[in-house]
């Protein structure tokens, strides 16, 4: 039986978007993978307690003192009395759960969770804070800060390569870029992170005037800006239109 082999015709691997990974060099390694083991505990805990609670919370009825006589308590009925001998007593005996315990190791297993994944407790409402400078919260975001950088390292390695390759099959169709002009695209990440509009705002004021930034990065830094070509052509314009109307005026 005649086999048909491949010979490498030169093609390029495809792109994949991955992280580190110590025993492979073309896979990633998940997150899922830090956090398997703490979602089981956790997932265990709560079934366990939950458990314990309808099936061990049922309570025995006991009496103490001299043996009822007759039909003894009545099984079907609710509210029903009973009388005793004096000195005897009747109560009601059950499992105790200890809730406190559950409660610390659950809190430990969900800061440890919290650290694992570096997710800042004050995100998810699990701690309250009030009152923040912007720097405080830099600090309580620093790790998510971190993570989000080897993120974004990863994810831009991949999209270079993808760029290097739709620069390459552009070539084919005959639109070449110099290394000068290719060198110019660049793509910017923006962090979910929670900041001080005001205080930002403020910082690009006092750096205009202190002539120390451009037009293009102050716009590159507001918050309320998104799309910074977008806003530097609508200031043109608006710039163009001033200009045409002192002209009438005058």
């Not at 978007?17 to 390694?29: A, I, Q, T």
């Not at 004021?205 to 609508?234: C, F, H, Q, W």
Request: charged fraction near 25%.
């Amino acid at each position: 039986m005649k086999r048909n082999t491949v010979q490498n015709s030169g093609v390029n691997p495809p792109i994949v978007y991955h992280n580190d990974n110590e025993l492979s060099d073309v896979e990633g390694r998940s997150e899922l993978d830090d956090w398997i083991e703490i979602l089981d505990s956790m997932e265990d805990l709560i079934s366990k307690y939950t458990d314990s609670f309808y099936k061990f919370m049922n309570p025995i009825p006991v009496a103490i003192g001299q043996q009822l006589k007759g039909d003894g308590i009545p099984s079907n009925i609710v509210g029903g009395g009973i009388t005793l001998d004096d000195g005897a007593d009747f109560k009601f005996e059950g499992n105790k759960l200890d809730y406190k315990s559950f409660e610390t190791i659950y809190k430990t297993l969900l800061q440890a969770l919290l650290d694992t994944s570096s997710t800042p407790s004050v995100s998810v409402n699990k701690a309250d804070v009030s009152n923040l400078s912007e720097v405080s919260i830099r600090l309580l975001f620093s790790l998510a800060n971190v993570k989000a950088g080897l993120n974004e390292q990863y994810i831009r390695e991949g999209i270079e390569q993808r760029n290097e390759k739709i620069r390459q099959l552009l070539s084919l169709q005959g639109t070449t870029f110099d290394d000068e002009s290719f060198n110019t695209l660049d793509f910017v990440f923006h962090y979910n992170m929670p900041s001080n509009d005001k205080e930002t705002i403020e910082n690009l004021e006092k750096l205009e005037g202190m002539g120390a930034i451009s037009l293009e990065t102050i716009l590159a830094k507001n918050p309320y800006v998104n799309d910074v070509a977008t806003e530097l052509k609508r200031l043109g314009n608006q710039k163009d239109n001033n200009n045409s109307v002192d002209n009438v005026d005058n």
